[in-house]
Every structure is written in structure tokens, then in C-alpha cells.
């Protein structure tokens, strides 16, 4: 069998969610790998429309065990309260296990995110105020808790009174705010700790199992590749990273075990919160694609910032992840459109750049160079065979392929997740 990464090639949000749940239905385990509460997978499916922060997309299969592995910082209330809404729905969550040496995001993680966005004001980078950057810097910092801590009460309020003794001081003394209450938090989570126990276990131990056993696995990504720590808009990125190299970090594999790794991109671009993104359109043409495909996050609801499909970014995008193949998403928004531009290029004063810059700066300057495809004017969302497409659409993703010296696999015509063409697909578990 095979072990498969899914990832998103641009700023989070490209339908990742859609694609694993299509691929989860004949995986064995999948397993998350990085991120928190602050990315969000829609899937739509007979069971109705989900958005699932911390629990992997194949949950919707009855023979599909879940993970969420020691990548991901999960938020205890969040996970029980998505279990809760998934079990409401006739949905079983007895195949769902946590890695131990996973990083719990505690009370003052999310308030510390807060207050430090206030502090920035203008300069603020557009977090989801979930506590993400403070708990993977606690990570790094070495004072973390980990998921296994709750399951040795001791241990757990040893570390716990010394993280919150430094974290009350931060807050007292750097924002005037009052204290957290170290018996209020210690109670809280001793009760999460209670329901969650039968989840929490050696995860390593399981995928690896599973992997010289020669069941498939498939590693689900968070976010994009545009907002990781090292490659991405820095400052202006997320705090664990998005990339495939980072499927093996944050489920335990060895680099040589992934088999292939597919890179989720929409038609367009969109993103969430602050930072340079060059294709945006500010105009009536931005306004009606976040309008037509619903580009409000998941997670927060704020609108998405929409433009043009970035094909350096994109190119960039498919290099770091090495990826095999591409699924493109919500193609069928650009139903109706005369024509359809491309990013092949960014004007920077006199310099013609084709490849993505590293400083942020500079890429906030730069202008991009457009090429102009014909649309189509027909609406795809019943097509289900590549040929069937209209000859425009098939030459726009022709030209994406070029661009990205990557061929596209298979592309959604809608979000339900029979709307799903192939294109030059092999199925990876064959």
C-alpha cells in the first residue's frame, strides 16, 4: 500500500478537506499532522456539511482509524465540543486517538495571542487568536504540556504551577492584566483529562504499525505552504509547519516512507488576515469570487482576500513540498467568466522576478505580470470527465501545469465530493 501526504500549495483554505475525505475512503488510518484549532476543513457528504478544526476528514468513514498526531497543539474544549457535534450526527469517534506528546493549548496561550495582537495594533499579523504562536513557542521553549501530562495528575500540576508562575508574571507585569488562577485551570483541564484518557496514547506506535503492515496512510496537512515558518511571508505566517517534510515530524515517520505527495490549489488565490499577497483584487472582480465560492474562514468567519491564480508562488509552492501531483479546487467559480488571468511573474521596480521572494517587503512591492487565458461560459458543476470540460477550462489547467512543472491529478467541479473530474489520475492506493 502507500503512505500519502495531503498539503496546500497556497495560503490555506484550497479544500483539503474535500480532497482527504475523497481519499480516506479507502485509506486505513489518516493521520493530522500539524496546525491547531486554527485551520478548518469543510466537507460536505450524506451526513451533511462539517467544519472539522482538530479531527482528521476520515472520521466519516466506519473503518478509517484517526489521528491526530504530536504536530498538531489541540485545544481541549474545541476537540470534545467537534466529538460532541460529530456524535450528534450518528458519526462514531471510537477510532480517534491522540498522540501523547502532542501541546495542549492552556487559557493563557489563547489570552496571550490576544493581548499581543491588541498590543501591535496596525502591525498585527492577522492571527486567529487561538493561542497557536504562544503554544508552539512554549513548545520550543521547552515549558509546554503535552496531552500524555494529563494523565499523571501530579506531574501535570508540577508543571503546570511552573509555566503559569512565568506566564502570570508576563501578564501582570507586560500587560496589567490580572493573574490566572492556577486551581481553576488544574481543575479544567483534570476533567478534559478525564474524557479524553482513553484517547491518548503512543501514536507513533500506531502509524508505524500500520506502515510495515502495508496499510495506507494518509497524512493531512493544515493550512499552506505560503504560511510556513521558514518559506512562507514571514512575518506573516503560521507557527508549525505546513510543508510535506513536516507529514514525517508530526506523525513520526522517516522521510523515504512517504510515498507521494499531493498539493491542493484553487483556481484562484485567497487569504486570510494580514500580509503581501500580490494577485489580491480590491475591485468588483475580488468581491464577486469571495461572494460566488463563500471565501469566509472556517475557523473565524472573516472574509478572504481574492485574487488571480499566483503561479510563482504556486511553482514555489510545488519545489519545497516536492509534490507529485495537484488537486485544483473550485474551478467551477470561474463559470461564466470572458477571461481569466494568470500571475506568471512579479514586476519589481525595473526587475522582472520570477521566482518567490523571501522578504515579505519586497514581495508587498511587487506588481504582477498577468497573462490572459479565454473562459468559458458554460457551468461545469455536472461534468464528471475531463474531455467533457469545455476546451477553455482544459487549456487553463494545461497552462497551470506548464507553469508549475507539475501535472494536475484530478479537479473539483463543486463542493459536494462526488464533484470531483480526473484528470491524469492514479489512484495512489493501487
Request: hydrophobic share 35%; glycine share 10%; charged share 25%.
Amino acid at each position: 500500500m502507500a503512505v500519502i501526504a495531503v498539503v496546500g500549495g497556497q495560503w490555506g483554505d484550497e479544500g483539503k478537506g474535500k480532497v482527504v475525505d475523497l481519499l480516506a475512503e479507502r485509506a486505513d488510518m489518516v493521520v493530522r499532522f500539524s496546525g491547531g484549532d486554527n485551520a478548518g476543513h469543510t466537507v460536505v457528504n450524506p451526513y451533511g456539511e462539517f467544519t472539522l478544526h482538530l479531527i482528521p476528514s476520515g472520521i466519516f468513514y466506519p473503518r478509517v482509524t484517526c489521528i491526530i498526531g504530536n504536530g498538531v497543539a489541540i485545544n481541549p474544549a474545541v476537540l470534545l465540543t467537534e466529538m460532541q457535534e460529530l456524535q450528534k450526527h450518528g458519526i462514531d469517534t471510537g477510532r480517534l486517538f491522540i498522540s501523547d506528546r502532542a501541546h495542549l493549548i492552556m487559557p493563557y496561550h489563547t489570552l496571550l495571542d490576544e493581548l499581543e495582537e491588541e498590543r501591535r495594533s496596525k502591525g498585527a499579523i492577522g492571527t486567529t487568536r487561538k493561542g497557536i504562536g504562544p503554544v508552539f513557542a512554549d513548545k520550543v521553549a521547552r515549558v509546554g504540556i503535552r496531552a500524555g501530562d494529563l494523565l499523571d495528575k501530579d506531574m501535570f500540576r508540577n508543571r503546570l504551577r511552573a509555566a503559569l508562575e512565568f506566564k502570570n508574571t508576563v501578564l501582570t507585569k507586560a500587560y496589567e492584566v490580572s493573574p490566572l488562577s492556577l486551581e481553576e485551570i488544574y481543575d479544567q483541564y483534570c476533567r478534559y483529562g478525564q474524557q479524553l484518557a482513553p484517547l491518548i496514547r503512543d501514536t507513533t506506535s500506531t502509524v508505524r504499525e500500520a506502515v510495515t503492515t502495508g496499510h495506507s496512510v494518509l497524512l493531512e496537512g493544515a493550512q499552506g505552504a505560503l504560511l510556513d515558518p521558514d518559506f512562507g511571508t514571514y512575518p506573516y505566517v503560521t507557527s508549525s509547519s505546513p510543508l510535506a517534510g513536516a507529514g514525517c515530524i508530526g506523525a513520526g515517520l522517516g522521510p523515504r516512507e512517504i510515498d507521494r505527495v499531493m498539493g491542493v490549489f484553487k483556481a484562484y488565490n485567497s487569504r486570510v488576515g494580514a500580509g503581501p499577497m500580490p494577485t489580491e483584487l480590491k475591485d468588483e472582480v475580488g468581491n464577486f469570487i469571495r461572494e460566488k465560492a463563500r471565501e469566509y474562514g472556517a475557523t473565524t468567519g472573516r472574509p478572504r482576500r481574492c485574487g488571480w491564480f499566483d503561479a510563482v508562488a504556486g511553482r514555489f509552492s510545488v519545489q519545497i513540498n516536492g509534490l507529485s501531483d495537484i488537486a485544483l479546487t473550485h474551478l467551477d467559480i470561474y463559470d461564466g467568466f470572458p477571461s481569466i488571468k494568470v500571475c506568471t511573474a512579479y514586476r519589481f521596480n525595473d526587475e522582472v522576478l520570477t521566482s518567490f521572494p523571501s522578504d515579505a517587503a519586497v514581495l508587498e512591492e511587487c506588481q504582477p505580470v498577468y497573462e490572459e487565458l479565454d473562459g468559458w461560459q458554460q457551468s461545469i458543476g455536472e461534468t464528471r470527465e475531463f474531455d467533457r470540460l469545455p476546451t477553455e477550462a482544459r487549456d487553463y489547467m494545461s497552462r497551470l501545469e506548464d507553469l508549475l512543472s507539475c501535472p494536475i491529478g484530478l479537479v473539483s467541479v463543486g463542493p459536494d465530493r462526488k464533484q470531483i473530474v480526473p484528470v491524469k489520475w492514479i489512484s495512489p492506493w493501487e
